[in-house]
Each structure stands twice: as structure tokens, then as C-alpha cells.
């Protein structure tokens, strides 16, 4: 069974940054594809970013496009998200999911859907205030 271990969140002024990590207990096909969602309250879960970790291929949302940035350690087993100019809107508890990845052009129709993984982190804090 694999696990997800989410760390990095905190509280930062807007501006600032933050990196998010999540560690995998083992890497196996099952977590070739990883994603960042987070939900904020009264919110639903949103997709923020994911990545191939065979290809290295990456999509974003919107949203954080040119503020953050996901990365791989794979000696680690780790994903990274690099959070920065973080604004208010940011606040959410953020997730950390994997699971099988389908091809390139698949996965880009539906990195950002709950639905397309079945691993999922306990969540860590993001708070960003004005």
C-alpha cells in the first residue's frame, strides 16, 4: 500500500514562499503520475499542478501558472512544490496524489480531476495573509 507524507506547509505574509514536499513510501507504477490539489473551506478539491515522473512532463493550473513550480527527486522518492508570490487566494489545505499514469496526452485531458487518483497525502496547511 502506498503511502504519501505531505510536508513544507505554514503561515508566510503574501509575497513570500513556501515548498511543499511529498514523499512516497515506495515508487511503483502506481505512483508515476503525482499531483498537488488543495481545498480551501466551503471549496471543492482543485487540481494545482502535476507531473510525469518518467517523462518529466508538467501541467498547471491557471491560476499558480508562473508562481509555482512542481519538481521530482526520484533518489528521494519526493515531489516538490515551489509556492511562490503567494497570495491570500493561496490559503488551502493542500494534498499530495498518485497513481498510475495513462499517456502524455491522456493525463493532460485530466491531471486535475480527484478522480484520477487513487494515493492520497493527509494534507498540509498553506495560509497566506495580506
Known amino acids: 500500500h502506498v503511502q504519501l507524507v505531505e510536508s513544507g506547509g505554514g503561515s508566510v505574509q503574501a509575497g513570500g514562499s513556501l515548498r511543499l514536499s511529498c514523499a512516497a513510501s515506495?515508487?511503483?507504477?502506481?505512483?508515476?503520475?503525482v499531483a498537488w490539489f488543495r481545498q480551501a473551506p466551503g471549496n471543492k478539491r482543485e487540481g494545482v499542478a502535476a507531473?510525469?515522473?518518467?517523462?518529466?512532463?508538467?501541467w498547471y493550473a491557471a491560476s499558480v501558472k508562473g508562481r509555482f513550480t512542481i519538481s521530482q527527486d526520484n533518489a528521494k522518492n519526493t515531489v516538490y512544490l515551489q509556492m511562490n508570490s503567494l497570495k491570500p487566494e493561496d490559503t488551502a489545505m493542500y494534498y499530495c496524489?498518485?497513481?498510475?499514469?495513462?499517456?502524455?496526452?491522456?493525463?493532460?485531458?485530466?491531471?486535475?480531476?480527484?478522480?484520477?487518483?487513487?494515493?492520497w497525502g493527509r494534507g498540509t496547511q498553506v495560509t497566506v495573509s495580506s
Open positions: 496524489a498518485a497513481d498510475f499514469c495513462p499517456s502524455v496526452a491522456d493525463f493532460g485531458t485530466k491531471w486535475y480531476r480527484t478522480t484520477s487518483f487513487g494515493h
Open positions: 515506495q515508487v511503483t507504477a502506481s505512483t508515476g503520475c
Open positions: 507531473i510525469r515522473r518518467d517523462g518529466g512532463e508538467t
